[in-house]
């Protein structure tokens, strides 16, 4: 295992512990999804680079793009739940109820 194929399988890792364990606020939930998607963006970019493959060039920048809608609607999120709510804690939202 080549060390920046063990760097962002770790990094990969660490945001889906982060994930699954720190569900405290909702802000920590959204900087480990974007710690996800940047891990992923670093995988494919070195992909890419690695098989010299033209054809899938343009993924990284496709994915990267998806990341960026992904928080910025995940921030938007963030801002009407704490003015309905009062929170950002997670514990304290339920789809049922809104």
Do not use: Y
Not at 27 to 45: N, V, Y
Not at 65 to 89: D, I, K, P, W
Request: charged fraction near 5%; include cysteine; charge should be positive.
């Amino acid at each position: 295992m080549t060390p920046a194929h063990f760097a962002f399988s770790s990094a990969f890792m660490l945001g889906l512990a982060g994930l699954a364990f720190h569900r405290t606020h909702f802000i920590s939930a959204l900087l480990c999804l974007e710690g996800l998607m940047l891990s992923l963006f670093i995988a494919l970019s070195l992909w890419t680079l690695q098989f010299d493959s033209m054809n899938s060039a343009s993924m990284p920048m496709i994915l990267l793009a998806f990341s960026a809608c992904e928080a910025g609607t995940g921030l938007a999120l963030l801002v009407a739940t704490t003015r309905t709510h009062s929170t950002n804690r997670l514990k304290n939202l339920n789809l049922l109820q809104c």
